[in-house]
Nanobody, 126 residues
Framework: QVQLVESGGGLVQAGGSLRLSCAASTRTSSVYAMGWFRQAPGKEREFVAAISWRGGRTYYADSVKGRFTISRDNAKNTVYLQMNSLKPEDTAVYYC???????????????????WGQGTQVTVSS
């Protein structure tokens, strides 16, 4: 069983930055792809970013491309989401997810991810 714990959320003004962290209870090198998703009130959970097992491939939602950067440090069992130029529409609970289906797979939908954190709130004020 893999446990994921997010941190780094908070309240920030539009245009500001935050860095989210996701610490895994096991070696992140053993869970392959990892992703970040978010869910705003009254909306469905949506894909934000994903990164492959060794970090060589990254994927982003169009809404965050050029502003957010996902990275991972398998030595520290941690995945990061650097969020710059934040907008009020980025306000949501952000979830970290891990997928152990295989080293070559990187999913941009929620269903294939087996492990989820509890989420961290990000609020961007205008």
């Amino acid at each position: 069983q893999v446990q994921l714990v997010e941190s780094g959320g908070g309240l920030v003004q539009a245009g500001g930055s935050l860095r989210l962290s996701c610490a895994a209870s096991t070696r992140t090198s053993s869970v392959y792809a990892m992703g970040w998703f978010r869910q705003a009130p009254g909306k469905e959970r949506e894909f934000v970013a994903a990164i492959s097992w060794r970090g060589g491939r990254t994927y982003y939602a169009d809404s965050v491309k050029g502003r957010f950067t996902i990275s991972r440090d398998n030595a520290k069992n941690t995945v990061y989401l650097q969020m710059n130029s934040l907008k009020p529409e980025d306000t949501a609970v952000y979830y970290c997810a891990a997928d152990s289906s295989g080293p070559m797979m990187v999913h941009t939908t929620a269903d294939p991810y087996e492990y989820w954190g509890q989420g961290t709130q990000v609020t961007v004020s205008s």
